[in-house]
């Protein structure tokens, strides 16, 4: 084994790959959301659906981005997993009563449930994938056309989704998790990728903890508006 | 007491000739060399892995020689040199200030109240520039000047401030450093450190040391190893006192097994007692915690004037109090040395005006320094130390005065060791505070540190290949019959104390042990009180021996079998230790006898019929051991009596 | 916190006979106990009583009580050392527990560190990633002068907060994953400030890090819960430090 695949596989390597791919997932959300948010220009979708065609009409661009996309989920799951693996060897007998000492430690609900926080938004993806890109879950796909040009009507999907309360309040519990297992991970991402400087850390914990409010408060917005609005419009 | 013939015995302290200034460089030049292709042949033992035993086994090993290390603790970072507070002296001078290697050797010499060898002491002089060179390059983090230079602060009123340190954990980083480079030398192979393993048992073949049997603490296995020299690096015996500021498992077994092997003990009774330590609190206290001596800088020690005064501190006026210190030594006031501090806290406590529940302990108040200087400075200087105290006693020093009262801290005497450090028993080496050598009756603050590292670094790698280079390596293996003679002895010993299965626990006799030494042989002795400890102690030895008891088996892990055995040699150390007290009616450094006084009451030393080393010779537990004597010759300084009015 | 001079104090306790012994609780309960008294004074006590009982005591690791030795390892109430911030179980006193408390006591857990008897484990893992890189290469005798290459105040400083390690190893005990990222990272980072240990800078930081995944210590996740407990409250920078000097020494 070379050394540089060796310490791909230490324990530091695997978490300098777990913040970067971290990192990359979150910056996809950022994008991701932003692209969401177009929904509420009260346009009837059409910015959300010219955006949406856009990036279909990408073609091969647009598998490699996925493929990549792919790639830095399953390495990020994968190694939360195998984390969690060495967990259970490092310490076959646990202790009868723990508790944590509080002050600086940085345990709690969030940094705690990281691996069922993420095995549950690693679900979502994928349900979330059949339901928006495939309409596995739509009776039929609709279509509109602007100027001429004919595309799917993405934002009636989204629409008609979320007037289920179902789908809402999953949809929110979801969006909820991902705020918490990111308030763990971005600031776990800094510190894996090497601050140090004890002035600044504190300050990435607050970033982190705003970053996560911030993209779960984003992601919920449109599911809740559309369902309390009764519609796009 | 008996008094030997010493022309029976033959021994030789080997200091070279030669002006005092040259006497190491040229022993050096004359010490016979081991070539290196034959260092690999020999095999060390090192017991111990404080300051004086990695640095010994470090060296060793990096020289070539294939080294064992034994160390009871769990890892050799544990030993107790790492408890060291205040730092290390060097003759280094960084400061301007006048230092040099003579005045560093005169105010040692002079810090041992004369009751050590001049040759000695100048060659720790002239290494202590040395250790904190080699101590720097191993990356052990001193403070510093803002200019990037090493900072020194004056320790225990010297005139100069030669004392490096890191916070206030000096012993800290330097036995890591020490450790560290231990443990490079276990990376490359030269070197094996055996932890939870302790010596109980030196092996002797012809009267030279040729092993030791040692207990592996995990599985209870005794063990057997054999070597061309072995080295004592085991510490102090402070211990013997129940209560001190040694470390729990700090104890006397190892030294006390070479002492019944033929090793004569230096100096045994010459034990220094610590002025600032947090008082007992009670009759479970398990060991007692200095505070560094530097306290005394701004702190006033007091007790109420009349006895029996049971007022809180803030509410007695200031005429009630007595400042004893300052009334008795106007010139220095709180910062007399820490003998005299110490004997003068006693006193005032055995007059009744002790204060605090238990009536031992004595104030040292902080008001007037925080009134002039301010909280801030007063937290800046002693922040860390007055958290500390807080933790423990849970009262707040900045508004009420501390109570300190005196207790055991470190001991001068040890093995008998000749200029080379080997003791008596050829072969048998004792480094650091196990042997007698550098501090006379009393030791000067900062320097225990330096003559751990002296010893390990800088005198045992050359002075070994002089004893080696006689030496045919792998002479003699363990199944020497007088390994398994040895193993024997041992396995009987262990066998019996876990059978005795008396009515009283180890803790009983210990606290007893420490309460006779405490009260007879402490901090002021004199002729009935040492007869009677004798007697004692020696009573007490014989009902430990069918009455106490020992729990679990030989042949698992067993803290309290390891303890027993400390106790049984604590218990014949405790009597030797009375016995060298009364065979020195003079009062010198730490060794107070009230018969030898001056008018005022102060120490006097008798130079004329004592400047020498006592030195013990084993004749069995319960028959006298002989005493021989070492004359001290001072060509180089004049004695003078210390005066701190 | 308790404010009476005397409590008394139910102890649920670890024994275990041996490495290979599966191990169980035993309850105890100790009356009039002083609350002065610091936790190990009060284990004293309880062992002094069980002997006086012709009980096996319980074994327990300590030595100098006083916080600098690193040797007591208890996890008390669930937490490594116990309630207090920055206190070794060494300097725990009693007047920090209720009266009629139940309080668990249990050995550091984790592969690495296995049990040799009751709350005995061996630790000597840490000792074997020192050997591995924890030291700067310079015999005896060979060093420049000290003040040859100063040293900024600010550097020195720093590399003594991480120096101040105890090697207690209640960074692995309290981490929920078993991780010795803090311990190894502390000596990293203090060499890696210090002009002395430039010269085997990387080949230090690969060879501890190698040791360290040998010794099956788990992964570090940031949870920081090793600073919390840490006696001489060491920052997880130390953790950060080892990693990008682990980076640094990868690619170059």
Redesign the interface.
Known sequence: MS??AY?LQ???????LTGLTGIFLTLFLIAHLSGNLSLLIPDGGEAFNRYAEFLHDLGPLLWIAEIILVILFLTHAYIGIS?YL??K???????????????????NFA??S?LISGSIILLFVILHVMHFKYHLFSPETYMTSYDGQEMVDLAKHVEVAFLNPWIVAAYSFVMILIGVHLK?GV??AF????????KI?PVLYTVGGVVAILLAAGFLLLPLYIYINGGLS | MEVADKSTFKWDSKIPTGPLTEKWKTHKNNVKLVNPSNKRKFNIIVVGTGLAGAAAAASLGELGYNVKAFCIQDSARRAHSIAAQGGINAAKNYQNDGDSIWRLFYDTIKGGDYRSREANVYRLAEVSNNIIDQCVAQGVPFAREYGGTLDNRSFGGAQVSRTFYARGQTGQQLLLGAYSALMKTVHSGKVEVRTREEMLDLVTVDGTAKGIISRNLVTGKIERHAADAVLLCTGGYGNVFYLSTNAKNSNVTAAWRCYRKGALFGNPSFTQIHPTCIPVSGEYQSKLTLMSESLRNDGRVWVPKAKGDKRPPNQIPEEERDYYLERIYPSFGNLVPRDVASRNAKNVCDEGRGVGESGLAVYLDFADAIQRDGLKAIQDRYGNLFEMYQKITDENPYEVPMRIYPAVHYTMGGLWVDYNLMTTVPGLFALGEANFSDHGANRLGASALMQGLADGYFVIPYTIGNYLVEVTPGEIDTDHEAFVEAEQKITAELEQLLNIKGSKTILDFHRKLGKIMWDKVGMSRDEEGLKEAIAEISALRKEYWTDVFVPGQQATYNKYLEYAMRVADFLELGELMARDALERPESCGGHFREESKTPEGEAKRDDENYTHVSAWEFTGVDSAPVHHREDLVFENVKLTQRSYK | MSTQDNISVNLKVWRQDGPNDKGRFEDYSLKDVNTHMSFLEMLDVLNENLMKEKKTPIEFDHDCREGICGSCNLVINGIAHGPEARTAACQLHMRHFKDGETITIEPWRATAFPVIKDLVVDRNAFDRIMSAGGYVTVATGNAPDANALPISKVHADSAMDYAICIGCGACVASCPNSSAALFTGAKIAQLSKLPQGEPERKQRVKSMVEQMEKEGFGDCSNFGECEAVCPVGISISAIATMRTEYVKAMFS
């Open positions: 050394s540089f310490a230490t324990t530091i390597g695997r978490k300098i984390i060495n967990k060897k490092a310490r076959p007998v646990n202790y009868s009563y723990y508790k944590s000492q509080g002050g600086p430690s940085k345990q940094s705690r990281m763990h600031w776990s510190i894996s990728l090497g601050a140090k400087n004890p850390t």
